[in-house]
């Protein structure tokens, strides 16, 4: 199976609510990022956490990290219909690699 | 600072036609990354420049694909000839760090290929 899986797959919310979508992992990582593709768009940068860190914030977005069980979670707080889009989480390691490997990514649909 | 930014938005092509995806790095970005992802899978890693060396191109899926940075600069990915299966969107990424430690890729927008 692939490093960097996302949980769920799909996931559908009202405006207003909380998101959460999870990653999962295999091998140990230097660092850990999240990334938003809108439709038919690039990738954006979210958060970078690094392997010696346990949670970032950047506004409404709060990322864990836990290296124990190979996981991190991505938290969108008062979700809004502009968050819709996929997310992704990349990792980044072991050491002496600097690919990036991409689970297959979490669909959210924020309704309003 | 400009980021990193990709040529074209878009290509369609005939199958056994040749496409060529050019990407510029930010400006001093030694390392250069192509990713791809294919419709409805995951975006995975085609190959890795360091300046104009490839440092690691074990993601390139066969031969029909050639990267090039010559200079060290901007950097091109060929197709020739094109397959229907290499549809997709074509991320180009690059990083200034020099351990893996920092590494934090800055990605551009894409070039959706379609084969017809």
């Known amino acids: 199976s692939q490093q960097g899986e996302e949980d769920p797959q799909a996931l559908s919310i009202q405006e207003g609510e909380n998101a959460t979508m999870n990653c999962s992992y295999k091998?140990?990582?230097?660092?850990l990022q999240w990334y938003r593709q809108n439709s038919g768009r690039g990738l954006v940068h979210l958060i970078l956490i690094r392997s010696n860190e346990r949670e970032k914030h950047s506004g409404r977005l709060r990322v864990t990290l836990d290296t124990s069980k190979k996981s991190s979670s991505l938290l969108i707080t008062a979700s809004r219909a502009a968050d819709t889009a996929s997310y992704f989480c990349?990792?980044?390691?072991?050491?002496?690699?600097?690919?990036?490997?991409f689970g297959t990514g979490t669909r959210l649909k924020v309704l309003a | 600072e400009a980021g990193v930014t990709q040529f074209p938005s878009h290509s369609v092509i005939e199958k056994g036609q040749t496409v060529t995806l050019r990407c510029d790095p930010i400006s001093g970005h030694d390392n250069l990354y192509w990713y791809r992802r294919v419709m409805g899978k995951e975006i995975k890693f085609l190959l890795h420049?360091?300046?104009?060396?490839?440092?690691?191109e074990s993601g390139m899926p066969n031969n029909r694909f050639l990267a090039e940075r010559t200079g060290g600069t901007y950097s091109t990915l060929k197709v020739q000839p094109a397959e229907l299966e290499d549809s997709g969107v074509y991320f180009c990424a690059s990083s200034s760090g020099v351990l893996a430690w920092v590494n934090e890729q800055f990605f551009g927008p894409g070039t959706r290929l379609t084969v017809l």
């Open positions: 091998t140990s990582i230097n660092n």
């Open positions: 990349a990792t980044s390691g072991p050491s002496g690699t600097y690919k990036y490997i």
């Open positions: 420049f360091v300046k104009e060396s490839k440092q690691d």
